[in-house]
């Protein structure tokens, strides 16, 4: 039997109200809307606003059978995690495009050991118990919508844009609420989000123009998700949809740190379950494959089911979006919500070749110029570009299935990428090894902080060095991984669901996708103009 670390009862969680954590308690009641639309563009932060704890209704078991995915594997844990506090706030952000991103990645991963990893899983399922108490009764009042409203949350990074963009020219879709965090350097959301939809490649003023949108930003993880009541309720009574996108990502970051995250989660559980719809709303949470990263002997694609709590501890990033999945899991068991969940893979560039800057695949080719050479692997990536993505959970927004896999469903092999890359920026192919040791020999010459600044200019891979050690280079041994190490996976749920997943609307990547890559890079300013102006 597994020895795990003592932890107090489960009944003792029932003493502390939820609301202690930042979960919205008490039952909704009806109130008189105003016929008018809420103002385009709202701040709804107050610093100065305190929270209210109220009585948190016992929910009762509403549907019958259920998903077979979705039973809690945490009934005998409770979780010691602390409360958020006020900075909290300050963490929240849209979840870019990426497995791994520069500056907020562990530069020299230490492995856990075996008794780190129970200790790990045993919190990880702890805290599941801890967020998943009282759900909200669901109670239904009012007749189903002919069309859809949705909520989206984080819409200025890639894929939140590419999202919006997506949603807003559908005449099933009536209206957006577009819910962002504020920006910690005061930049006003209007400007982040017509640069995130610029970006994307998106007519930025004619969605933002859309009647159907209305753009907010608030202190998502507080009571309400930082909404004004009349807001929330406006928002409450007409929703069918919530895309849960926004999410902080960093690595360095320890599963106590996305407490806010996983706050705001509940809060829309119980913001889903408060509908006066004959159904809650459909929950579709972005997720990531992080959460099979740490599975140790792979005999076939992941399977879309939940895993166990041991597959996910490699971070606190992972080890976050596990617990959400397993709240909605249990929601799912307990309550009528029917939640989905996306576990994407690598996100690619978009139509435009817009691919984060900050990504490894970027900070590689930045620090292979300076290497003078490009790593080659005899393995296959499946990188999915974000309009792919994008299109995919808008199709699955009303599955019948709980978890879904979002990868290229036709790999490629990594070397039929690299080498248009090559010979654009006249740089041969080398074996793998010998561009990693070029990469650990520059990683061991940092000696100063200024040799610190001079490589995330110049070598940015340097701060990845833990992901690119885990590359696979025999494809015999590894079948089931792809080419830095992320598990295959298995896609039947998406394909039966997402149409544009399939080989006339979402051909292989090639070279022609490379290239466009490259240029997005070049115009924003990692590679340089005067060497590779042939782009």
């Known amino acids: 039997m597994i020895a795990r670390p003592v932890i107090p009862p489960v009944s003792d969680i029932k003493r502390v109200p939820v609301a202690q954590s930042g979960v919205p308690v008490g039952e909704h009641r009806p109130t008189t809307l105003s016929q008018n639309p809420p103002t385009q563009v709202l701040n709804v932060l107050n610093p100065q606003s305190k929270r209210r704890k109220s009585r948190m209704v016992h929910s009762r078991p509403s549907r019958v059978g259920g998903d077979p995915d979705a039973s809690s594997p945490t009934r005998d844990h409770v979780s010691s995690l602390t409360a958020p506090s006020a900075n909290d706030a300050d963490v929240s952000q849209e979840t870019p495009d990426a497995a791994a991103t520069l500056n907020n990645a562990p530069l020299l991963a230490t492995p856990p050991t075996a008794q780190d990893t129970l200790a790990t899983a045993a919190t990880m399922e702890a805290t599941v118990v801890r967020f998943s108490q009282n759900f909200p009764i669901h109670t239904p009042t009012h007749h189903a919508p002919l069309r859809d409203t949705i909520l989206l949350t984080g819409a200025t990074g890639a894929l939140g844009a590419t999202l919006l963009g997506s949603l807003v020219p559908l005449a099933r879709v009536a209206r957006i609420f577009v819910l962002n965090r504020r920006s910690p350097t005061g930049v006003p959301l209007v400007q982040r989000q017509t640069e995130a939809l610029v970006e994307a490649g998106y007519d930025a003023k004619r969605v933002l123009a859309s009647p159907k949108v209305v753009m907010l930003e608030s202190n998502m993880h507080e009571e309400r998700l930082g909404l004004p009541l009349k807001l929330y309720e406006e928002i409450r009574r007409s929703i069918t949809h919530i895309f849960h996108n926004a999410y902080l990502v960093n690595f360095n970051v320890p599963l106590t740190g996305f407490t806010p995250n996983i706050t705001t989660l509940r809060l829309l559980i119980d913001l889903a379950l408060s509908s006066p719809f004959p159904s809650p709303p459909r929950l579709l949470f972005v997720s990531t494959s992080d959460v099979w990263s740490q599975k140790p002997l792979l005999t076939g694609p992941v399977r879309e089911e939940l895993g166990p709590a041991q597959y996910a501890t490699r971070g606190g990033y992972g080890q976050s979006k596990w617990v959400c999945e397993n709240i909605l899991a249990v929601a799912s068991n307990q309550t009528p919500l029917r939640p989905i969940i996306a576990r994407v893979g690598q996100i690619s560039g978009g139509h435009n070749g817009a691919w984060n800057t900050h990504d ?27 309009y792919a993505v994008a299109s995919a959970m808008i199709e699955m927004r009303n599955s019948a299935f709980m978890i879904h896999h979002l990868e290229h469903p036709r790999a490629v092999h990594w070397n039929s990428l690299m080498q248009p890359i090559g010979q654009a920026l006249h740089l041969p192919l080398v074996p793998y090894p010998d561009w990693l040791a070029r990469l650990e020999r520059s990683a061991h010459a940092i000696k100063t902080p200024a040799d610190v600044e001079e490589a995330k200019r110049e070598n940015p891979a340097w701060s990845l060095i833990a992901l690119f050690r885990r590359a696979n280079t025999d494809r015999s041994k590894t079948p089931w991984r792809r080419a830095v190490g992320q598990a295959v996976f298995d896609m039947s749920h998406s394909l039966a669901v997402a149409p544009s997943l399939s080989q006339e609307n979402l051909p292989a990547l090639n070279g022609d996708d490379a290239l466009k890559w490259l240029y997005f890079w070049r115009k924003a300013g990692i590679l340089d103009w005067r060497v590779h102006a042939s782009l």
């Open 360 to 386: 490894w695949v970027p900070a590689m080719i930045r620090s292979s110029i300076n290497f003078g050479c490009l790593p080659m692997l005899d393995h296959d990536v499946a990188w999915i570009p974000s």
